[in-house]
């Protein structure tokens, strides 16, 4: 069973920062990239920012210079920061992942989904 398991989120005041981390768990040969998504009420779905294996980056206009995104291959892990958060940042996170199995194959993975809230 492939997982990608959400951690983080919850409320957060305007202006303040916080952490979401993703960690893929099942027999997964390797994972490509990683990255985050969110959607607000009402919108569609929209990419914040990725990160191949390599390191390369991919951040969305709207939060590019507030957001840092890391991952780590070993463990199978992205971690997303964020920091001067607006209203508009309310929304739905998720993770997301493209996993590669023996075969080959190749899977467009998405965790549950977390909720981030911008309330004073």
């Known amino acids: 069973q492939v997982q990608l398991v959400e951690s983080g989120g919850g409320l957060v005041q305007p202006g303040g920062s916080l952490r979401l981390s993703c960690a893929a ?10 990255g985050w998504y ?5 919108n569609q ?3 914040v920012a990725s990160i191949t294996r390599g390191g390369s980056r991919n951040d969305a206009a709207s939060v590019k210079g507030r957001l840092t995104i890391t991952r780590d291959n070993a463990k199978k892990t992205v971690v997303l920061l964020r920091n001067s958060l607006k209203p508009q940042d309310t929304a739905v996170y998720y993770c997301n992942a493209e996993l590669a199995f023996l075969g080959p194959k190749l899977i467009n993975a998405w965790g549950q989904g977390t909720l981030v809230t911008l309330s004073s």
Do not use: D, H
């Open 38 to 42: 969110r959607q607000a009420p009402g």
């Open 45 to 47: 779905r929209e990419l």
């Open 25 to 34: 768990s099942g027999s997964i040969f390797s994972i490509n990239a990683m």
